[in-house]
């Protein structure tokens, strides 16, 4: 197999090999564990102290500033947390929604200046009222969106760029209004923690892709989060489109790259993957339940689309769990979520495809010194092209 190519089962085998299924699953379950990645308490996005207080405090209040892909990212968190049975009766989460919205047209909107589209103030989940407005904000009148922001204090307020934007961070401060609008985050909510979502790219074949290719625009996306985390001295990031990126390198990726439209999520397991991100990050450190606890099943057949779209089910759903959970682990490398990584390589590769310039490391990146790994032919592990990780 050429070694540009991460290695996986296909669709068809995970099927018809039950029994590989299984072991493999157990396989997860003990990596998981090893890693520390199995639990709610130990979080590799290495949250400071401030955070992790945030994140448990009683009367958690969350508001996300955003557009569709919020949707994409929270649409099926109701159905893990039914699942897991995690308590969410001392919190809440809000989101207000503008179809496409960048950050500029948030402060447009907040100034009564947009006047494209309507938009809309919503309940996610949690057994708290904000006591906020709720509904649909007209264009043209940010009164509803100024009343989200001024209504009640907010514990953790979300921000995420426009999806055409998100590569680009030079075009997030340099006229694209971030200043603006945590200005005007900061002038109603000082207390808040800010935090960024690092979201999915499109599809490669999407007319809006200029890369045309969904893993180099994924990862434009990350580096671009992170180079604002690094400016703004933000510490808190929902990698969802981490997880939906790692997706992507397993077998169950389709020519629409796990998009509905080329741009936003595959309305079951895409967005499933998705929401166990989304809960990976903000409810599993709270309850101490991780989101490998939740048994959903969301069959194909119940849903009347013509997108395609692939159920959440006992094969497919491990798979997903464990994209939106290497995704906590390393937000800004896709993995394949099917194989078992346990050892990295960082690596050059020659016109052959042979690895040069060997750094073994750990996936907690500790670099290895002893050079019996890096120099044995029978080392089983990963390189890093690109920003991908694939087997060797």
Known sequence: MNANIAIGKTQNSIITDMKRLIVSWLAIAIQLAVCGL?????????????IAGVLKKSGLKILHIGN??????????PNIIQSTKADVSDLCIYRTMLGGASFKDWVETYNDAYTWQDYKVTKVIGGLDAGIATGDGKAGDGSLFRQALSATQWDIVFIQPGPAYAPYYEQWANGGCLNELLAVIRKHQPQAVIGLVLQHS??????????????KRWQLIAQSVMQCCRDYGISLVLPYGTAVQNLRASSLNNDMDLTC??????????????????????????????????????????????????SVNFITRPIA???????????????????????GIDATLNDKGEMINE??????????????????????????????????
């Open 321 to 343: 769990q464990r994209a939106a959970m290497l995704a906590m682990e390393d937000m800004y490398h896709c993995t394949n979520p099917e194989t078992d990584i346990t050892l």
């Open 68 to 77: 569709s892909f919020t949707d994409d990212a929270t649409a099926y968190l």
């Open 261 to 310: 439209d080329g741009a936003h999520c595959e309305v079951v397991l895409t967005r499933y993957t998705a929401s166990c991100c989304y809960y990976q990050t903000i409810i599993a450190p709270r309850t101490g339940i991780p989101v490998t606890a939740d048994r959903t099943i969301l069959d194909a057949s119940w849903y009347n689309v013509t997108s395609p779209i692939i």
């Open 38 to 50: 199995y639990g709610g308490s130990a979080m590799a996005q290495s949250f400071d102290g401030s």
């Open 202 to 215: 499109y599809a490669s074949n999407y007319e809006g892709n200029k890369e045309q290719s969904s893993l």
């Open 359 to 392: 750094k073994c490391f750990d996936l907690q990146g500790r670099q290895l010194s002893d050079s019996k790994w890096s120099n044995s032919p029978i080392q089983k592990g990963v390189y890093i092209k690109d920003g991908r990780k694939y087997v060797k």
